[in-house]
Structures are given as C-alpha cells and as structure tokens.
C-alpha cells in the first residue's frame, strides 16, 4: 500500500470525522458505514482505552478506510500508532519531542497550531499542513483569512467547535483543504449501534464544499 502525504490525505474529502470509540466492537462497523457514504479518511481519538485496538481493527477489516490516530500528545504513541496500523497522526500541538517521534516513527503528522507564532514553529519544523485547534476558539474563519497573507505557503484543516452548518464557510477558504468534525458520529448513534444514519451523515458531509455560503471565497 503506497504512502500517502498529509496534504494527499487531506485532499480526499471535505471532512475528516474526529472519532471518540468507547465499545471497540464498533470500530469495524463504523468505519464501513462511513466509507460506504464516500468519508474514507478516519480519525481515530486516544481518549479511551480502546482507542488503539479500534485502530488496528479498522486497519485489518476495512482496507478502503485511510484510518489516522488523534490526540497525539506524547511521543511513544507515535510508535503505538504505527503498530496498530494508523497511516497518518494528528497533534493538538507541536513540541519539540513530538517533532523528534513523528520524524523517527515515519508517521505523517497534521500538527496543530493557535498562533502566528506556533505556525512560524511548525514551519520552520517543515511542517506545511497544519490543523488550526481549536478553530472556533483561535478566531475561526477570521483567523484564517488573516494567517493566508503571511503564509501563503500553509494550508489548514481547521478543528474544533465546527458543524455542518458552519462547516462550508471554512471549506470556500482557499488555504483550508478540509475541515474536522465530530458530528458525523454521534456517541447516541455509535452506542445505538445505527450504522446507517452513519452513512447518511457521511454522505451529506461530502456535499459541504459546494454549499454556497454567504461569506464569499474573500
């Protein structure tokens, strides 16, 4: 299976579900319901101790899912992500450690970034892609057109307190390639095991970029 950048991954569809798993049998099914409404890119969180065996089991059972591991905080989970099979990691935020684990694991990181001063970091780590977290919180649409002037070369997946209404206005930005979202998988809809509102959700997702929002592309 050839690599793929996190700009690639990023580029695959308009949201990356930010997933919380707290039964590991659900992990399969809902990766299926997902990909089955067009989301193939998975973001799987380490916040329940489930969280990497879900991992592993998306990555063996479902081999069209593009599944990632979340909330990278400490480098010797870099390692743990790869031996559960996870294809690219996502941070909150970058130090210097967890730039010393991504590069010795290999595993493509999408590390996030508040400030100006955290994207000048991140960049002069050779990072490029980058999640704005929390996006609403850090100044949302508005930040983001502000950070495209001095970095023009920098495109974002913006996360955190996003919805699917206001999902498009981030998606016209020209330096947001995708968006992360919870709301494709509700902890009522997991723990009712409702794979099929799943997929509903999945493919209403993939329709965001081309919602004309008022904003404009400016």
Known sequence: MSELTVLEIMRIGPVIPVIVIEDGAHAAPLARALVAGGVRVL???LRTPVALAAVR????????AIVGVGTLTRPDEFAEAVDAGARFGVSPGLTPALIEAARESGLPLLPGVMTPSDVIAARLAGFRELKLFPAQQAGGVGMLKALAGPFPDV?????????????????????????????????????????????ALAKQSITLRYVECCNGPD
């Open 43 to 45: 973001e799987v969180t």
């Open 57 to 64: 089991a998306i990555a063996h059972e479902v081999p069209d």
């Open 155 to 199: 495109t974002f997946c913006p996360t955190g307190g996003i919805t699917a209404e206001t999902a498009p206005e981030f998606l016209v930005l020209p330096n947001v390639a995708c968006v992360g979202g919870s709301w494709l998988t509700p902890q009522t809809t997991l723990a009712a095991g409702d794979w099929s509102t799943i997929t």
